[in-house]
């Protein structure tokens, strides 16, 4: 497993420097498998294939491009990224002055690790496809995949057409795609894709839904978020019961592997790299978004979904309980019952 990215010190693998190189490779040895029983069929699956089916939309046409969006334009409360309206005060290395800047730089550094994102869905799910024994997953796997194909067109769209700037992809969600495509165990990719990352992505989408600033990426966040709900829901389909009589030595692997996935995401929210592009004291900033209660609510908002799942997978043990609890990603009094 790769070595976990300390925020104090720049992660050690996967660098901002990688992160802005075009390309990023990873090298795994997986197993095709091809299934030639096409009758048997997973009920629940299916219908969420079904679901799937009847839900495609069209980015293009589907989507009101005719909106102007101004980088940078002057926000009102109404249509600010109320999100971010709390980054004022004390301990905020924001000074008033440059509030909307912030907005809009937050707004466009969470829209690109979105984006990011949504490329990492595309490519491990097209990696389920391949290496998921069941016909029906097979199916869904591929239904998912054009489903994320869209999410990055609109995303991407959006950015190039509207915001004009793309931050890179984050050092934390960067190395947690490179771990997941480095896997061989195709419910590891389930791990890391339909449960942590998705988990996070629909709670970032509904919050971005509602508190961004301009209309057209609310009905982009909006659209998104309806379809991951199917995708986690896959996810949990696909391994409710998978661990109940696995070994210990399996369930320590997947407990290690979600542990590292917990604290990249964790890491993720420090936003370093608007800090950065705006040339405030990184230090304070990192500092800031650590300690800072409304931040450590929102991640506690994000987290919300994983734990939901990892609690009805029997994922959520005391090692990770402890982690949720240390890294202030969970309320204590939400950990009452693991299992
Ligand atoms: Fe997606
Ligand atoms: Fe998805």
């Keep these: 497993m790769t070595a976990v990215p300390d925020e104090a010190a720049d992660p050690t693998f996967f660098t901002l420097d990688a992160a802005k190189a075009d390309l990023m490779q990873v090298e795994s040895l997986t197993t095709a498998c091809l299934n030639w029983d096409y009758g048997k069929r997973d009920s629940r699956v299916w219908s969420l294939y079904e679901k799937n089916k009847a839900s495609q939309w069209n980015a293009t046409t589907d989507i009101d491009w005719d909106h102007d969006v101004r980088f940078g334009a002057e926000l009102t409360e109404e249509n600010g990224a109320r999100l ?10 924001v000074p008033r002055e440059l509030l909307t800047q912030f907005r809009w730089e937050y707004q466009a550094w969470m829209c690109s690790q979105f984006l990011h994102g949504e490329q990492g869905a595309l490519v491990t799910t097209a990696r389920l496809v391949e290496t998921v024994p069941d016909m029906d997953a097979k199916t869904y796997a591929a239904s998912q995949v054009a489903d994320e194909a869209r999410h990055v067109e609109a995303f991407a769209k959006y950015m ?43 709670t970032g989408l509904r919050l971005a839904s509602s508190g961004f600033g301009d209309p057209l990426i609310r009905q982009i966040t909006k659209m998104v978020a309806a379809d991951e709900a199917r995708h986690i829901a896959f996810g949990v389909t696909m391994l409710t019961g998978m661990y109940q009589d696995a070994m210990s030595a399996e369930l320590k692997e997947r407990e290690d592997f979600l542990m590292e996935s917990i604290r990249l995401m964790s890491t993720r929210f420090m936003l370093r790299e608007v800090w950065e592009r705006m040339e405030l004291d990184v230090d304070k900033g990192l500092r800031f978004a650590r300690t800072n ?12 979904q994983v734990v939901h799942v990892l609690r009805q997978l029997g994922l959520l043990t005391e090692r990770v309980k402890e982690l949720l609890l240390a890294e202030n990603l969970v309320r204590p009094e939400t950990m009452v019952s693991t299992r």
């Design 84 to 93: 971010a309206g709390f980054v004022v005060g004390e301990g905020s290395p």
């Design 160 to 202: 190039d057409e509207k915001l004009g700037t793309v931050y890179p992809v984050n050092p934390g969600l960067g190395t947690l795609l490179h771990d997941v495509l480095s896997e061989s165990r195709w419910d590891i990719v389930y791990l890391g894709m339909q449960v942590v990352m998705e988990g996070l992505a629909i």
């Design 293 to 304: 209660p409304m931040m450590a609510t929102y991640r506690q908002l994000l987290f919300q």
